[in-house]
């Protein structure tokens, strides 16, 4: 046996248990997430939600293709706006408008990933803040947008023409729907074949490319996937806030989810849900502080990067609890 193996720890052996545990864990987290509302302010909880998609959304990009991008505020005001504009101008139902946003968001990952993606690293970051800013100043200019006064006095309207969604908690539970489903697609997308391959890419595109893939097209699909998911979570955000503004396509909201992304721990599936609710949360309950909330939202950015190198739930992954009981990162 060489030195080298003598002195190297061996990684902590997998508890029997690990799969019952997590699916324990799993269950705890759905209740916790059933019964919460009746605890805490429901628009606060579904701002969270909200966000929550976004950010895993966002890291299905980040964590998962390796693409910085600077100009998802498009993808998540644009699916706002659209789904906005269709339930209070055209009176279309609220399932019916959330596909009008998730399309438009799709739609506009569609043309901006066909321009950007012909670059990388910080060439590709830069493009998308670029043409994320030309949106922001297309709805500052455009009619159905409402300039700066934006759409406001979205109606809710019911759900499948059942469900009334200006109940409270009725909408908080659709919310919880859609969040759900979302990231079960996240899930589906990550584990399968293709969400391999877009791991690869992450890991060595010239290898990926050698091995016969079409980088290009398996970018430019990760782009628009991560792009409706996160105008699926504009749209919803614009039924429980019941407007769509400017401040929801400006870049500070890319930046916020970035943010979000990081702090919880890129190439986790739950990792960008931690985030946006730690950012939401101190957004929140500091609001009345006299420091400005983005100065206290700075501190700990810069406290748990220094102390949390992997976001929190990637330090957790990365702890001998978490190898014990079988939880990875794949950032």
């Avoid at 690990?18 to 759905?30: D, E, F, N, P, T």
């Avoid at 890129?266 to 983005?294: E, M, R």
């Amino acid at each position: 046996m060489s030195h080298s193996d003598a002195t190297t720890p061996a990684a902590p052996a997998t508890v029997p248990a690990a799969g019952r545990i997590k699916a324990v864990i799993l269950l705890a987290m759905l209740g916790f997430l059933l019964l919460v509302p009746m605890f805490l302010y429901p628009i606060f909880l579904m701002k969270i939600l909200c966000f929550a998609l976004f950010a895993a959304g966002f890291n299905l990009l980040l964590g998962y293709t390796g693409l910085l991008s600077f100009g998802h505020a498009a993808f998540f005001g644009g699916g706002a706006y659209f789904t906005a504009h269709a339930v209070k101008v055209w009176g279309l139902s609220p399932e019916l408008g959330i596909l009008v946003g998730v399309a438009g968001a799709a739609g506009l990952g569609l043309i901006m990933g066909l321009i950007a993606i012909r670059r990388q690293g910080i060439y590709f970051a830069m493009i998308t803040l670029a043409l994320s800013q030309m949106f922001f100043f297309f709805c500052l200019q455009a009619a159905f947008t409402n300039g700066e006064d934006g759409i406001q006095s979205v109606p809710r309207g019911t759900f499948l023409g059942v469900l009334d969604l200006s109940n409270q908690i009725n909408m908080y539970y659709f919310v919880l729907g859609v969040f759900l489903a979302g990231m079960l697609a996240i899930w589906r997308i990550i584990n399968s074949p293709f969400g391999m391959i877009l791991k690869s890419i992450r890991e060595n595109e010239a290898r990926a490319t050698s091995l016969g893939y079409t980088v290009a097209r398996y970018k430019l699909a990760a782009f628009v996937m991560s792009a409706a998911i996160a105008g699926l979570a504009g749209s919803v955000k614009s039924l429980v806030f019941q407007f769509a503004t400017l401040t929801d396509v400006g870049w500070q909201m890319s930046g916020e989810v970035i943010l979000m992304t990081l702090l919880g721990g890129i190439g986790t599936l739950i990792g960008p849900v931690i985030g946006a609710g730690l950012v939401v949360t101190l957004q929140n309950y500091l609001a009345t502080s006299p420091l400005p909330v983005t100065v206290i939202t700075g501190v700990v950015f810069m406290v748990c990067v220094l102390l949390f190198r992997r976001g929190l739930v990637g330090e957790f992954y990365a702890s001998r609890i978490g190898r014990s009981l079988g939880f990875k990162s794949d950032s």
